[in-house]
Structure formats: C-alpha cells, structure tokens
C-alpha cells in the first residue's frame, strides 16, 4: 500500500516545504524591517518572495527530492540536507553576484536570518516526517488483504513481487485454480475458481489479482460482475506481461485497450510544442549573447594552429534515423579517419587548442545552429557517427530506439559521466540506456536540470572529456 501513498506524501512535502520557505521569508522581513509597509503592499520585495520560491523549485528537481519521500530510510534527510545546501548556492550565485542585494532593497544580514530560520524549520520537518514514516510502515505494510486467481506464470511471477515487498502493503491470503499442480507454494492454494467469491467475502479480501488466460473469458467475466457486487476491487494482471520490462502505457482506441512498450512524453504535441520553442529561445540566446563574441576568436586560434576549415561538418543520425549535418569547432588536425575512428586519450590528432575545446565543450558551441534549424535539440541523446549507428544497431537491441527523438547537445547521458569514447559495446550499452530512460521520462523540469548540471560539469571538468 505504501506506493499508493507516493502522491499523498509528494504534495504534502511540497506543501509544507513552500508553507516553511514563505514562513521565513515574511517572518524575517517584519523582524528587521522598520519601514512598516506590509510586505504584500511593498513592490521591491514580492520578486524577492517570488525568486526565492523559483531557486527552491529548481533545487529540488535537480535533487529529486520528492521522488523518494516515500522511503523509510534516511535517504530522505540526506536528499533534503543537499537540497538545501544547493538552495543556499544558488541564492548565493543569483541573488548576491549577479542581481545584487540592492535591486531589491534587501539586506545581508535579511538572507542569513531567513535562510537560518528556513533550514531549521526545514531539518525539523524532515525529522518528524521521517518518524513519521517509521512508525506507519509498520500500520500500513499488511493493511490489505488480497489474493491471486490463476496460477499462470503471470500469477506465481506477481507472487514473487509480493513475496520479495516489491509490493508493499498487501496481505496476500494465497491462489485459486482449478489446477492445484499450477500454484507452486502448495499451502496457499486455497481451492478452484468456483469457490472464490464465497472465499472472499468470509475473509476480507479487498483486492482480487486475476491470473487467468483470455481463454477463461467467461469465468473472467463471472468474477469481475461478483467483484463490482460485493465493492470488491477487480485487478487483471494480462498474459503479455513479459513483453514489458519497464513501464507500460495504457490507451484506449475507442473502447479497445492498448499497451505501449513504452511511455514517450514527446508524442504529446503541447510536450513537443514546449521543448522546440525553448530550443529556439535558448539557442536564439547563446548565439547572440555567447557565439556573436567568442567565434572570431576561437576561429583565429583555430586557423593559427593549424591549417584548415574553422567548422567541421559530419554526417550523423537524428530523429527518426534521418541523416544531418552535424556543426562543431574542428578540433583535430584535417585527417581522412575522423568520420570513422572516434577520439581517444591523448590522441595525436587532437591540436593543442582542440583539447580546450573538448574539455570545455565548447566545440559543441555551434551545434546550437543544427537546434535553431530544427535537426538536434538542447537536450537529448547525443548524434552518433553514421558507422557507429550501423555498427552498434546490431549488437544492442534497444540502440535504435534513442532515434525516436532529436538529438542533442547535452543529454542524461552525458552528466551521468557516460560520454566520449565508448571503449567497448557495455559502454555503449549504459550510454543507450540512460538515453532511453530520458526518452521515457522526459519533462521541461528534468530538461533544465540536464542543461544546469552541464554548466556545473563544464566548469568543474569532466574526465571522460577529451
């Protein structure tokens, strides 16, 4: 029962982490403030309140800190502790270099009294809420009685969930079948089909998980009718079910149910709306703010070291398996291998100037003209050479599924360390699956926390880089 919990617990975390950050803001603005405007009524400080709680959003999605408040262990104090820490420098970065305190009249002395006070309130939130957790594990782990029809392979597999508290809050009383020999813990099998329901409403049961085969449609249809009679809940666990290994998804065309091997938020218009008008907004911005400046002079240290064009032009895949021309600085010598044989540790290709470009990344840098006309995005798994599309499609099964979206210049991959040479195919394998793990779980947030995470990897350097 407890995952069913997961929402509950994420709103109220969130609810009370906002309710405790205003708490601060607004009780340390009327402690010190003396001008004795209601701080609703003053205009230099609700972009303060409205920064703030801005900062705290992003902190906790780079985090994921509400993705496992519903874990009993102290992961939750560790995730919410560097939370915090990130909180306090970002507000460290925006507020006091780049903004500046004075643009909104407030003070030093403000920041430290209402940050102190946020991360007590904060700590001892967290602290309750943990003992909390502790003490209703134990109430809600067996409050709901359930049990399995159909000793199929789907129904003794969904007994290994149950079994090893991957389903947790279930009180599993054992199988029915008409077949004993099926069930393979023979002290749970609790009779034929036909004695089900009489079962059920002497015991409590409160959830009912048919195994059954399509095959069985009519004692299917039986139990389910007897079920909606008697307010018991019907669940059907379908035959297929080894097809999906991940997360599937369900829809429906007219009344017919359809399950997708996967869920692809992009498919969504208003997902993909979104994502390509950021892409053209931020690659807008980069190019005019960033590129405008710094490309005579990367051009003019990149004709001085060594002869050649200043841009290098490669042929990669993108969405869909499609062809593109692919930007970047060149960063090697002029060399007939380059489209074929991939950088590797001190490679003698690489010039002097080529080495900066790739440990800062900036070699990348006009690529944001392949998002602005469309073929690649800021975010998404990153292009593969044409040679290693046709090489690795062949040996990883899910390596051609990463082409279901745009390419990017950065990606979930890359600021998880899988980036740069790929050595040998498990390597690539990592690398594809994080790319399809983005694929599945894709969201504008998780776009600004990958871009985010690159900036803080570029600056700190990366070792795979090269």
């Known amino acids: 029962m407890l995952h069913r919990y997961k929402q509950f617990y994420n709103v109220i975390n969130l609810t009370l982490d ?10 340390v603005y009327n402690l010190l403030d003396s001008s004795l405007i209601p701080w609703m009524n003053n205009k230099s400080y609700l972009p303060v309140v409205l920064v703030f709680n801005l900062l705290w959003l992003l902190s906790s999605n780079i985090t994921s800190l509400y993705n496992s408040v519903s874990d009993i262990d102290l992961k ?16 460290c970065v925006i507020i006091l270099l780049i903004i500046g305190t ?3 009249f407030i003070t030093q002395e403000y920041l430290f009294y209402s940050m102190s006070l946020f991360g007590v309130l904060l700590g001892s939130w967290k602290i309750i809420f943990f003992a909390i957790r502790k003490s209703d594990h134990l109430l809600l782990s067996n409050s709901r009685n359930a049990i399995i029809v159909g000793a199929s392979r789907a129904g003794n597999e969904l007994y290994d969930q149950f079994n090893n508290k991957i389903l947790k809050g279930y009180n599993l009383l054992g199988f029915f079948d008409d077949d004993p020999s099926r069930v393979s813990n023979q002290r749970l099998y609790l009779g034929n089909t036909s004695l089900c329901m009489d079962y059920v409403l002497k015991n409590n049961v409160e959830e009912i998980f048919c195994a059954l085969p399509y095959s069985e449609h009519k004692t299917i249809e039986r139990l389910m009718s007897d079920s909606d009679k008697n307010l018991i809940r019907f669940k059907i666990v379908p035959e ?15 009344n017919i149910p359809i399950l997708s091997v996967r869920a692809e ?3 969504n218009i208003l997902n993909r709306a979104i994502k390509r008008i950021f892409d053209i907004v931020f690659s807008l911005l980069i190019i005019v703010f960033v590129f405008s400046w710094l490309f005579p002079i990367l051009a003019i240290l990149i004709k001085l070291e ?15 398996n499609n062809e593109f021309k692919c930007f970047k600085f060149r960063s090697m010598r002029v060399n007939a291998e380059s489209n074929h044989i991939q950088a590797t540790l001190g490679d003698p290709r690489i010039t002097k100037i080529g080495t900066f470009l790739r440990k800062t990344s900036l070699d990348e840098l006009p690529q944001f003209f392949n998002v602005l006309i469309g073929n690649m995005s800021t975010v998404g798994p990153r292009p593969h050479m044409l ?14 599924v990463r082409h279901f979206m745009k390419p990017g210049i950065t990606g979930w991959a890359q600021i998880n360390g899988l980036r740069g040479e790929t050595k040998t195919t498990e390597a690539m394998l990592e690398r594809v699956e994080a790319d399809v793990w983005y694929l599945e779980n894709w969201t504008f947030l998780l776009d600004i926390k990958i871009i985010f995470l690159t900036i803080f ?9 090269y």
């Open 76 to 91: 939750v104090y560790h995730c919410a502790i560097k939370t915090y820490l990130l909180y306090l420098s970002l507000i």
């Open 18 to 27: 906002y309710l405790l950050l205003n708490i601060s803001l607004i009780l």
């Open 240 to 254: 297929y079910h080894e097809y999906f290994k991940n997360t599937s998804y369900l829809q429906n065309l007219g």
């Open 457 to 465: 990897k570029t600056v700190t350097g990366d070792k795979n880089a």
């Open 102 to 104: 004075k643009s909104y």
């Open 306 to 320: 060594s002869s050649g064009p200043i841009f290098f032009t490669q042929l990669r895949s993108g969405r869909d």
């Open 265 to 267: 938020p992009l498919e």
């Open 387 to 400: 040679s290693h599309t046709e090489q690795y499609s062949s040996l990883i099964d899910q390596f051609m």
